[in-house]
């Protein structure tokens, strides 16, 4: 089946401008995460959420960025007066449910802030 | 605050040697334990994991890892490395907060495969 998808897989900005991450979870996973993944370092946790709502958005850097995923399946990452410390591969990733164990990562959305 | 270390940032071995990617953890209760490997251009693809049991896991493309609880290591291993191995990996462990499993991971160790 498919797995997770992300949108775009590119996304080239000013700094100042606001821009959308889109991540499509595979079909029936509720749980999904977003994470960070600066050059040279692991990704780090952003948010997370079971459902609709965002059950841990203790990742986020600040209120600049936030994150949607309004019926319970896409989930689209909002980033805010983008800095050039915001350059960074968002990765997403979902799971069948809480305990689940294992969550399937999608390739990614390369940023970058100029 | 759990963490995990992974001290080699780069290693590089021939192809068909024996291979020995290191993790360390720091977590206060049982951990659980996730080798994940990410190729260029590609997302994080899981290996192996351990939650309980056997110490020593068997995981995909002949990896195996193995929980020392007295050494607070997960050391990922492979008897004998292909070139289509050279890649990123990643350990990491897994957090119940709030009921989910966040990872935080290591920094990533790059896998080097020479002729």
């Known amino acids: 089946g498919a797995g997770v998808s992300q949108t775009p897989s590119n996304k080239v900005t000013e700094k100042g401008k606001y821009v959308e991450l889109r991540c499509d979870p595979i079909?029936?996973?509720?749980?999904l995460y977003w994470y960070r993944q600066s050059l040279g370092q692991g990704p780090e946790f952003l948010i997370y959420?079971?459902?609709?709502?965002?059950?841990?958005d203790s990742g986020l850097p600040n209120d600049r960025f936030f994150a949607v995923r309004p019926e319970g399946s896409v989930s689209t990452l909002k980033i805010q007066r983008t800095e050039r410390g915001d350059s960074a591969v968002y990765l997403c990733?979902?799971?069948?449910?809480?305990?689940?164990?294992?969550?399937?990562f999608g390739p990614g959305t390369r940023l970058t802030v100029l | 605050a759990q963490s995990v270390t992974q001290p080699d940032i780069h290693i590089t071995v021939s192809e068909g040697a024996s291979l020995e990617l290191r993790c360390n953890y720091s977590?206060?209760?049982?951990?659980?334990l996730f080798w994940y490997v990410q190729s260029p251009g590609q997302g994080l693809q899981l290996l192996l994991k351990?939650?309980?049991?056997?110490?020593l896991v068997q995981g995909i493309k002949g990896f195996e890892a193995e929980f020392k609880r007295s050494q607070s290591s997960f050391n990922l291993r492979k008897p004998s490395v292909h070139w289509s191995d050279a890649a990123e990996y990643f350990c990491?462990?897994?957090?119940?907060?709030?009921?989910?499993?966040?990872?935080?991971f290591g920094t990533g160790t790059r896998l080097t495969i020479i002729p």
């Open positions: 990733a979902s799971s069948p449910m809480t305990g689940s164990d294992t969550q399937y």
């Open positions: 079909s029936g996973h509720t749980a």
């Open positions: 959420f079971q459902g609709t709502g965002a059950a841990d």
């Open positions: 977590y206060g209760a049982t951990p659980y």
């Open positions: 351990y939650f309980s049991g056997d110490t």
């Open positions: 990491a462990v897994s957090e119940k907060v709030f009921g989910n499993e966040k990872l935080t």
